[in-house]
């Protein structure tokens, strides 16, 4: 007897089930990578606003690896592994793509071959999926997808600021860093839906590489007027905190100098991603993105007042305390000084509203509403980074070896600098005064 079944070629059996979970897997690991090398690059590349683009970025781009991952589990439940498998060529790539020769390479490699790789995969992956069965997945690869193509947009407007800082190499060299990443990432058959190409043992070196390791001393973009102490009273304790026109400047200026907790968060995510896994990576994107908007607040509110970035001082001395130290100094920091100011916000957002100094009101209060879950994320982490070291005592032990670190560098101030930053900061009280007129 003939068995007669029912037959269509239909458009939305393109991609199965299992099919669709390898490779939304396969762009969570993407993107984790991805995510990993721009806070690793963040300290050391100069220019502002791009650190707080990369810091968007990374951010965006680990809520699109967390929906993704929530996705594998529901397309392969029971299971609940995630592991590298059948990736570990392509990934092993892209971790090694971290070792550019210079800020302006790896720049390059994510605004012309990474970011656009991904963004033309997330395009034929919408083109493929069957909008019944992987409803779920096309809410957010739509979502990838858009975001993909601004901070394409985004970012390469960064590349004539980046190449006038000159630590950042020429770009003769990062034109051939992004030509052999091309070439070999093509060799693996790109980042798309089909299974990678090459086996683990014929992954090609890159020329020019240099071992990558997050900068020790941040870049700074050299507009602005860069120095260890950014404001007296952090060396001074006689000099006024400030009332009135000064208080408004002088968290105006906290505000930009967030820069380091920007830079500090991006050194601790990259550095303890692997030891405390992906959660931490989803909030330290988060952290520094969080911070990066701090900053970036501080930066609006100056230039909006009239100020020229030459006039604005950034300090480098909480970064300047944990440097070359044991990374678990970064994370410290930003515990101690998010624990010992936190008090102040709700006080100093009062203050703008009774100045009716609207915008640093508004500013300060978006900022204490991440500050209370900064300070989860730092009691929550550390304790759980001194667990699974093994090192048996509690935060509070980081916290105060942090507060010794920075009391050692502002004890190192001299008279000059002293000299420096009071000339810096009577100059932005008296321009302050003419613009307030
Ligand atoms: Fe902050
Ligand atoms: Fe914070």
Not at 344 to 361: A, H, M
Not at 419 to 431: D, L
Request: contains cysteine; proline residues 4%; charged residues 25%.
């Amino acid at each position: 007897m003939e068995h007669k079944t029912l037959h269509v070629q239909d458009r939305r059996a393109l991609l199965m089930r299992y099919d669709t979970a390898v490779i939304l897997k396969r762009f969570f690991f993407v993107e984790h990578s991805l995510i990993l090398s721009i806070a690793g690059w963040l300290p050391g590349t100069a220019p502002l606003r791009l650190k707080m683009a990369y810091a968007r970025t990374a951010w965006q781009d680990s809520l699109t690896a967390e929906a993704m991952r929530q996705r594998v589990f529901e397309l392969r439940f029971p299971s609940r592994l995630m592991t590298k498998e059948g990736e570990e060529p392509l990934i092993r790539f892209i971790d090694e793509a971290r070792n550019a020769p210079s800020a302006l390479a790896f720049y390059l490699s994510v605004v012309e071959v990474f970011l656009p790789a991904l963004r033309e995969a997330y395009r034929q992956y919408l083109t493929l999926a069957d909008g019944i069965g992987d409803g779920p997945s096309i809410r957010f690869m739509d979502l990838a997808l858009r975001e993909k193509v601004q901070q394409i947009e985004d970012l390469k407007s960064f590349l004539p600021e980046l190449q006038s800082e000159e630590e950042h190499g020429d770009i003769e060299q990062a034109r051939v860093w992004v030509a052999e990443l091309n070439r070999d990432l093509s060799n693996l058959g790109g980042i798309g839906l089909e299974p990678i190409k090459q086996s683990e043992s014929e992954l090609p070196s890159l020329s020019g590489q240099l071992k990558f390791g997050v900068a020790q001393i941040p870049a700074r973009e050299s507009a602005f007027h860069r120095l260890r102490f950014y404001w007296p009273d952090i060396i001074m304790p006689d000099y006024p905190y400030g009332e009135g026109l000064e208080l408004q400047l002088r968290s105006a200026l906290s505000h930009i100098n967030e820069v380091w907790a920007v830079e500090a968060s991006a050194a601790f995510t990259y550095a303890f991603a692997e030891i405390l896994g992906w959660e931490f990576v989803l909030d330290g994107a988060r952290w520094m993105y969080d911070e990066a908007r701090h900053c970036q607040m501080g930066l609006e509110r100056l230039i909006a007042w009239g100020f020229d970035t030459s006039e604005i001082p950034l300090g480098t001395y909480i970064s300047d305390a944990a440097r070359d130290a044991d990374p678990i100094y970064r994370l410290g920091m930003l515990f101690f000084f998010e624990t010992k100011n936190i008090h102040k916000k709700p006080q100093r957002t009062e203050k703008f509203r009774e100045l009716q100094d609207g915008l640093s009101e508004h500013d300060m209060d978006f900022d204490w509403a991440d500050e209370t879950k900064h300070a989860h994320f730092g009691s929550v982490w550390l304790t759980r980074l001194l667990e699974v070291r093994n090192e048996g005592y509690d935060p509070k032990i980081i916290r105060r070896r942090c507060q010794e670190m920075v009391d050692a560098v502002i004890a190192s101030a001299t008279d000059l600098e002293r000299q420096e930053i009071i000339q810096i900061a009577e100059a932005m009280v008296q321009k302050a005064r003419l613009l307030a007129n």
